[in-house]
């Protein structure tokens, strides 16, 4: 057979010389090529304190977007949900209420909306799905956590800060460093 | 009546103490050990071992203790439990004895008194040294016997064999080696090396130094020879059954091997306590041991990397090639390296 690459050696199958045979020689060739690697330098990542910089596409944790006047944008349309083929995605939609203008965009808003992370396989297709710009995938992961239950993010943990009311917090979140 | 009572009770409890420092220090030693093999381990592998707890992660052992104290202590129904307890406190009780023998330096002056830093100087070292080697085995085959499972009957009986085997190979080694000293006491055979005009034992028996290396890798079940812990083919070998302290004795009293067994090479073959190109009984005693028990720990430290090293780079042997190794080279070589030895004296200083 041809060899696929130049690095395929022929092996012999002589019987092993007495030299040989006491594998001293060979195992201090191996320790040598061992004893290098001492002054190799180390590809790891100190993970808390050093992070990998993430591909711009990376998909990450979910973020429920507000628009410009900080009002939210999710009508509740349900369209992320039925794109979500892990079926990760449930909610609630509630009518908006006289003088709630200021709070959501839309007439109709998502009272509770709820992503399970577990079950969430970050594709993007909400993102792609939603007709109000109002689902985006960030660049940051879930969290460890000793529970299952503290993996369905709601409203509180997805929803971005108010860019009028806490333009602090909101900065945090866009990742925006002053 | 007087003379019934005549204990020397200042030479006792200057032996006790001696003994405490020395089981606690080798303790302490096996301790940073198991650190020290994770650190070699990861550097060898381009990572960074162990680096969380504390600083560089020294506080790794005593982590990795309290996780083997908190576990549950599990003792099989179908065990034999006398002997299942038994097994871990013989394995580490004989890996501590061999240090009643070792020279750790020359002696101290203390209270007027001339401290000898050796437990026990008695004339048949060497030999005693190898009894509780072999007493060590038990330690191996009654935990993997009373755990009453399979795998680790296998693991103890491929231990009980494999040290039997390489302990031949190392007492032919050393019987060269005895032949040029002329004595079995390891204080005498030190002073012999510390000698001025006289080498270093390694360098009249560099064979037989080789020969009880391979041999003491065997004896420590280190790899490559840690066959009776094959995980891959017995699961976790002898200690299967054991959980918590129990399992964290035989893990210890492998690195309390590994630790004396440094310290008998360096003893018999690298000068014990010496220093080269100094002359020891120029300086005070006192500074003198200080300065002989750095350079025994130093060796010694030396040693242990190079267990971690081999460990860390080669694979394990298969059974056949490791009873191939001892029975077929070894042992010839350690009788012929004897052979040439007897000769040579003979011959040569015609003694
Ligand atoms: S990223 Fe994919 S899996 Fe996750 S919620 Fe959106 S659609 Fe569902
Ligand atoms: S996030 Fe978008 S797609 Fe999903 S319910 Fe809200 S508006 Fe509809």
Known sequence: MQALTNRAKIMERKPMTFLESIYLWNIFKGMMITFSHIFKKQPTIHYPEQTRPFSPVFRGLHVLNRDEEGRERCTACGLC?????????????AERLPGEENLYREEKYAARYEINMLRCIFCGLCEEACPK????????????????????????DLLIPDVTKQPLEFAEAKGIKN | MTTLLAIDWALLTEKLILIAIII???????????YGERKVAGILQDRPGPNRAGPFGIFQPFADGLKLIMKEEIIPDTSNKALFILGPGLAMSAALMTCAVVPWGDHVELFGRNIALQIADINVGILYVFAVVSVGVYGIMIGGWASNNKFSLLAALRGASQAISYELAMGLSLIAVLMTTGTLQLGEIVKQQMAPGHLWNIAYQPLAFIIFLVCAFAECNRTPFDLPEAESELNQGYHQEYSSMKLGFYLFSEYINM?????????????????????????SPNIAALVGIIALMTKIVCFIFFFMWVRWTIPRFRYDQLMNLGWKKLVPLALANMLITGAVILLWFNK
């Open chain 1, 81 to 93: 949900a039925v794109a979500c083929p892990a079926e990760a995605i449930t909610m609630e939609a």
């Open chain 2, 259 to 283: 630790f004396i067994s440094s310290a008998i090479m360096v003893t018999l073959f690298f000068g014990g306590y010496d220093v080269p190109f100094l002359n020891e009984s120029l300086l």
């Open chain 1, 133 to 156: 710009d109002a689902i985006y995938l960030s660049e940051t992961f879930a969290p460890a956590s000793f529970t299952r239950q503290s993996f369905i993010y709601g409203k509180k």
């Open chain 2, 24 to 34: 606690f220090a080798s303790l302490g030693i096996a301790l940073y050990m198991t």
